[in-house]
């Protein structure tokens, strides 16, 4: 998978590299997805497309003003406006109007909609499965649809659309209608039943009124001429009152005048009186004479006495005449009282008329609201009644057609270009994703970043494949081909590679030079002999003298690439079968002696354990600059842990795209628990035409292609 660089980011070359690499697995996709796309497309039916535009009005028209529709259609709300356009649309789709269009044209006789031969068409279902062929769709900022037909045979869809929507404007017409007929009916029992309770009502208040005698007159009236009466009683009962008032303070005056004739305060019945004026007049005249007289001639004087009696018959004659002024007021006062006390009767008779008529009213006014409620209901009903057979009769619609549908011109589906272009994406899609997951699933080291990083060592170099293929490996020629590729074209990609690793491991240690080195690979046939060989060759060719020992004692191969006796070796020297003089074998590299295995001991392990051959490995590192190892691989047997032991240090070579990472990680720990010191690895089989091992090996690649003309370098060069 595509590495990490950091947190957030993500190395998108990482992906393209693994494009290239699976590029086989993308293509086939990609073809798969083309050719299946290519067959769906032309195996799939044609289909023609019929098109009818409808106007659709919230309201039909209004021919009667003030008269309105029993269904209300839409309102001036934005939503219920929306809401009843998509009930519209809805409706057009619905299985009641399907059908309709089904039974006009007939369809349950066509043979593509009637079914199989022998069963019985079924309307409903042909209708729901047309309607799968239908679509309502809004023409934007208007009040204008669309009406999409969709079938195999042009002229059909033609029929279908515009059969459709003429269905649907005799349903929205005969929906109007039934409503308006289902109003009426409703309407038509509403007023029976309101002219029956109209008539109860009427028929209660009409005996109400026959049992109170109310025929002849209005009770309303009547309580108001009762309320006036009351009135008039009332103030015309204040004025006596206030008179009768007035008449005890005058008679009051008229007795003080009667007991005193020198009474100043009079009423005007006294004052208009001449002859009790006169009287008074003839008293006040006496009285000044009877003064006069006293003063002159004493009390006892006859003529005093003479107008004393003069003065005593006055006061009597006062006397009657007040009386009889008194008598005649007091029938004045009595005419008062009595009129007083008639009113006050006649008052209690209209103030027991009116609460009469007050108890009646109670029980008048619910029967006459009864009877009026009944009355404008009967006539509100009647009304709206024949309001709606003028609807009914009127049919007006609020839906019409603006366009009829013609004959489409060509099929719209299937699409060839679209399905092939999506069929296309699709694989390549595909594809990538099948490539990502198996490289997701390639648990193989490949790369120098992911051992470096899985191992925690670095890696000293990259060696690309040499010579012939893996599996011509037994043969001599491409076992000598590969395993002495350096020693035959030094100027190859190869050769370069192993001398960099020669390199990395001389000033890898400069103080302390690394005599002693073991070759070693995770599993077998990892290149870990290739590998010795072409470095050890590569270390000859810097004039120190180099030997290279077989230690794989279970299946040596040394003897055979460069083509020397194995009838002695490392196995005879450790048992004293043979000096080492004897075993170590000269090369055609110069510099460069081989110590094959010899003859394979049943006991490999147990002979590198012992002491003899640490002291024959200590005589070649005196006689040899550099002594490398080949050793078994680690997983097969402890041999290169024994081995990584005693030596300078131990090289884990790595086949790209081969070594997996529990396998390299198990030679780690392995080496690791044995106290071998792990140099390095080498990343061995690298094809560096190929851009998946990413953008770290195109130096190679450049410096190939730049100094020596990997694969192309002249003759003599070759030579």
């Known amino acids: 998978m595509p590495e990490v660089l950091d947190a957030n980011k993500v190395d998108f070359r990482s992906y393209w590299r693994i494009v290239r690499k699976r590029w086989p697995i993308i293509a086939l996709a990609a073809f798969l997805g083309l050719g299946t796309a290519f067959i769906w497309t032309y195996r799939q039916p044609k289909i023609y497309q019929a098109t009818c535009q409808i106007v659709i009005e919230t309201m039909a028209p209004q021919v009667l003003k003030d008269v309105k529709d029993v269904v209300e259609l839409g309102t001036g709300s934005y939503w219920a406006t929306k809401e009843f356009y998509e009930t519209q649309y809805r409706i057009i789709q619905s299985t009641a109007v399907m059908k309709g269009v089904v039974e006009r044209l007939g369809l349950q006789n066509d043979p593509a909609y009637a079914g199989p031969p022998g069963t019985k068409p079924d309307v409903v279902e042909i209708a729901r499965g047309l309607a799968n062929q239908v679509q309502a769709k809004p023409i934007k900022d208007s009040r204008l649809a669309q009406i999409i037909v969709s079938d195999q045979k042009p002229e059909r869809a033609v029929?279908?659309?515009?059969?459709?929507?003429?269905?649907?404007?005799?349903?929205?017409?005969?929906?109007?209608?039934?409503?308006?007929?289902?109003?009426?009916?409703?309407?038509?029992?509403?007023?029976?039943?309101?002219?029956?309770?109209?008539?109860?009502?009427?028929?209660?208040?009409?005996?109400?009124?026959?049992?109170?005698?109310?025929?002849?007159?209005?009770?309303?009236?009547?309580?108001?001429?009762?309320?006036?009466?009351?009135?008039?009683?009332?103030?015309?009962?204040?004025?006596?009152?206030?008179?009768?008032?007035?008449?005890?303070?005058?008679?009051?005056?008229?007795?003080?005048?009667?007991?005193?004739?020198?009474?100043?305060?009079?009423?005007?019945?006294?004052?208009?009186?001449?002859?009790?004026?006169?009287?008074?007049?003839?008293?006040?005249?006496?009285?000044?004479?009877?003064?006069d007289l006293?003063?002159?001639?004493?009390?006892?004087?006859?003529?005093?006495?003479?107008?004393?009696?003069?003065?005593?018959?006055?006061?009597?004659?006062?006397?009657?005449?007040?009386?009889?002024?008194?008598?005649?007021?007091?029938?004045?006062?009595?005419?008062?009282?009595?009129?007083?006390?008639?009113?006050?009767?006649?008052?209690?008779?209209?103030?027991?008329?009116?609460?009469?008529?007050?108890?009646?009213?109670?029980?008048?006014?619910?029967?006459?609201?009864?009877?009026?409620?009944?009355?404008?209901?009967?006539?509100?009903?009647?009304?709206?009644?024949?309001?709606?057979?003028?609807?009914?009769?009127?049919?007006?619609?609020?839906?019409?057609?603006?366009?009829?549908?013609?004959?489409?011109?060509?099929?719209?589906?299937?699409?060839?270009?679209?399905?092939?272009?999506?069929?296309?994406l699709v694989g390549l899609a595909a594809g990538l994703g099948l490539a990502l997951l198996i490289e997701a699933l390639d648990n193989t080291l490949k790369t120098q970043a992911s051992v470096e990083s899985l191992l925690g060592v670095p890696v000293l170099g990259l060696i690309p494949i040499i010579g012939g293929k893996q599996e011509d490996k037994d043969e001599p020629e491409a076992l000598r081909e590969r395993d002495l590729g350096v020693y035959l074209d030094p100027r190859s990609l190869a050769a370069e590679c192993c001398r960099s690793i020669r390199t990395n491991i001389l000033f890898m240690s400069p103080d302390h030079p690394l005599r002693t080195l073991v070759v070693t690979s995770p599993s077998p046939q990892e290149g870990k002999t290739t590998t010795a060989v072409n470095l050890a060759v590569t270390m000859a060719e810097t004039g120190g003298r180099v030997l290279l020992i077989d230690t794989d004692l279970r299946r040596p191969r040394l003897h055979r690439s460069f083509g020397v006796p194995n009838q002695v070796g490392i196995s005879t020297v450790i048992v004293g079968k043979s000096t080492l003089d004897e075993a170590i074998k000269s090369t055609d590299v110069p510099n460069l002696d081989v110590l094959p295995c010899g003859p394979t001991p049943p006991n490999p392990s147990e002979l590198l354990h012992t002491g003899r051959f640490a002291q024959v490995l200590a005589e070649c590192a005196s006689r040899y600059e550099r002594v490398i190892l080949d050793s078994p691989p680690c997983s097969a047997v402890t041999d290169p842990a024994v081995l990584g032991n005693v030596a300078d240090g131990v090289l884990l070579v790595v086949q790209a795209g081969s070594t997996t990472r529990d396998a390299a990680a198990h030679a780690r720990r392995h080496l690791a628990s044995a106290k071998a010191r792990l140099l390095g690895v080498i990343l061995n089989e690298i094809d560096f035409s190929n851009p998946a091992y990413g953008y770290q090996y195109y130096y190679y690649q450049n410096y190939a292609r730049y100094g020596y003309g990997y694969g192309n370098e002249p003759e003599e060069h070759k030579a």
């Open 159 to 291: 029929a279908i659309a515009n059969t459709l929507a003429d269905t649907y404007i005799d349903y929205n017409l005969s929906y109007k209608l039934e409503g308006a007929r289902t109003a009426t009916a409703w309407l038509t029992e509403q007023a029976g039943d309101l002219r029956k309770k109209l008539e109860e009502s009427e028929l209660k208040l009409y005996e109400f009124k026959k049992t109170r005698n109310l025929l002849a007159i209005n009770l309303d009236e009547k309580m108001s001429m009762s309320s006036q009466n009351l009135q008039q009683l009332s103030s015309r009962l204040s004025e006596l009152r206030v008179k009768r008032l007035e008449l005890e303070s005058t008679r009051k005056l008229i007795l003080a005048a009667r007991n005193d004739m020198n009474e100043k305060e009079s009423v005007p019945e006294i004052q208009k009186d001449t002859l009790i004026q006169s009287i008074r007049q003839g008293y006040v005249h006496l009285s000044k004479e009877k003064g």
């Open 294 to 424: 006293a003063s002159r001639y004493g009390e006892d004087h006859p003529r005093i006495k003479a107008v004393q009696g003069q003065i005593d018959e006055i006061k009597r004659q006062w006397e009657r005449s007040i009386d009889q002024v008194l008598a005649s007021f007091e029938k004045g006062y009595r005419a008062v009282v009595d009129t007083q006390g008639a009113l006050e009767r006649l008052m209690d008779s209209e103030k027991k008329e009116a609460i009469e008529l007050s108890k009646l009213d109670l029980e008048y006014k619910p029967l006459g609201r009864k009877a009026d409620e009944n009355a404008k209901f009967y006539a509100l009903i009647a009304s709206r009644q024949k309001e709606i057979d003028l609807t009914g009769v009127m049919k007006a619609n609020n839906v019409r057609v603006l366009e009829r549908a013609v004959m489409p011109s060509a099929p719209v589906s299937p699409k060839p270009m679209q399905n092939l272009g999506i069929g296309l």
